[in-house]
Structure formats: structure tokens, C-alpha cells
């Protein structure tokens, strides 16, 4: 069983509906929790970034923490076509810098 | 602020052949990650120094797989020999390296093995 799991999609939506993408993890010792965009030949982009259970919005992005479900998700409003890309959830332990990624899903927002 | 710069963007080689990756850090940043990126999986730690010592090498394969960073600053990753499943995008990240900050990626090396 990998430590981070993450449905690889691919997932296409019309412009403006509300996506929803998710993670679930093993490990209940992660403590650090992130979201990372990544473009098509580029470099993941820090996204989100929450710290233990609860909720953090960010314009039209909402990042939501369940530990007790080990489940994490993020939400994107109004989605964009310059949304399209790979989300990737991330987490780290205590103490440690250390990222763990799932695999990613593939968004495609249709315009 | 330039971000994390690598070399080449893109590399073929044969296998058993050697190949060799570099990174410049965001001037400052005493982190410094390689990361393996196979396709269609999430970036996987190869490697983390703090200035020019290693942190964290467990999911390296140090039969074939180096990386030094000298003066702490541009650090270098080599393969040899190189093998199939070694195919993947070689991405390079750093931060500032006092405590739970942001990660920032290089645009990756892309390695294909013949």
C-alpha cells in the first residue's frame, strides 16, 4: 500500500463547475499537508499549504484536512481553463521537510 | 528573484552510458532537493542537502546514483550506468532551509534511456 494514494484521473470538467480533488494517506503521523499544481513541462507550484485538521481558503481554492479520516481534499470554484493542469497532494511529517507526493490527477477544464 | 534553475532540460542516452544533472538554487536557500518524477507518478525524494552535507539520502541508489553540492551552493546529480527504468524527469527544488518553508522546483531534466 502506497503511503499517499490520489485517483490519476484524468478528470475533464466544463468551465465554472466545481472541482473536487482528492487524497487519502496511511501514515497518521503526517502532520503537514499541501497542494501542488504542475503545467505541463514545468516544475510543481506550491498551491495550498494546511497544518494538521480543518479548513483553508484561498480565493477560489479551499484545502480541507480530515486526520481522522486520512483524507485530504482541495476544491476549486469557478474553474478556469488556465486551471488545466496536474494536482499533486503532498504531505510532510513533524520535523521534517521532507515531501511525500500522490501521484497526481490530471484536470482539464473545457472551455 | 530568478527561481531554480537546471541543466540540460533534456537528455538521451543509451543505457550503461553515464549522465550528469545541474542545479542552481534560489540565491539564499540553504535546501537543496533532487526529486525522481517518473510518468504519471508524484515526485519521489532522491537526496536532500542543508548547505553542503546530506540530510536525507535513504531512497537513493547509491550503487549508481551520486549528487554532491559543493560550497553549498550549484549541486550536481550523475547516473552511471544509467538503466530503462531510470526514465524519468529529474526535478531539482530548494528552500530557504529554516524550517516548514515553501519548496520551490526547477523546471526539471527530462531523461530518456534507450
Known amino acids: 500500500q502506497k503511503e499517499v494514494e490520489q485517483d490519476p484521473g484524468p478528470l475533464s470538467v466544463p468551465e465554472g463547475a466545481i472541482v473536487s480533488l482528492n487524497c487519502t494517506y496511511s501514515?497518521?503521523?503526517?502532520?503537514?499537508f499541501m497542494w501542488y499544481r504542475q503545467y505541463s513541462r514545468k516544475g510543481p507550484e506550491l498551491l495550498m499549504y494546511?497544518?494538521?485538521?480543518g479548513n483553508k481558503e484561498d480565493g477560489r481554492f479551499t484545502a480541507q484536512v480530515d486526520k481522522s479520516s486520512k483524507y485530504i481534499s482541495l476544491f476549486i470554484r469557478d474553474s478556469q481553463p488556465s486551471d488545466s493542469a496536474t494536482y499533486l497532494c503532498?504531505?510532510?511529517?513533524?520535523?521534517?521537510?521532507?515531501?511525500?507526493f500522490g501521484q497526481g490527477t490530471r484536470l482539464t477544464i473545457n472551455p | 528573484e530568478a527561481g531554480v534553475a537546471q541543466s540540460p532540460r533534456y537528455k538521451i542516452i543509451e543505457k550503461r552510458q553515464s549522465v550528469a544533472f545541474w542545479c542552481n538554487p534560489i540565491?539564499?536557500?540553504?535546501?537543496l532537493y533532487w526529486y525522481q518524477q517518473i510518468l504519471g507518478q508524484g515526485p519521489k525524494l532522491l537526496i536532500q542537502?542543508?548547505?553542503?552535507?546530506?540530510?536525507?539520502d535513504s531512497q537513493l541508489p547509491k550503487d549508481r546514483f551520486s549528487a554532491e553540492r559543493l560550497k553549498g551552493v550549484d549541486s550536481t546529480l550523475k547516473i552511471q550506468p544509467a538503466k530503462l527504468e531510470d526514465s524519468a524527469v529529474y526535478l531539482c527544488?530548494?528552500?530557504?532551509?529554516?524550517?516548514?518553508?515553501?519548496?520551490?522546483f526547477g523546471p526539471g531534466t527530462r531523461l530518456l534511456v534507450l
Open positions: 527544488a530548494s528552500s530557504k532551509g529554516t524550517g516548514k518553508e515553501t519548496q520551490y
Open positions: 501514515n497518521s503521523a503526517f502532520q503537514y
Open positions: 494546511t497544518y494538521s485538521s
Open positions: 503532498a504531505m510532510s511529517f513533524q520535523g521534517a521537510q521532507k515531501l511525500v
Open positions: 540565491s539564499g536557500h540553504a535546501t
Open positions: 542537502f542543508q548547505n553542503n552535507g546530506v540530510v536525507d
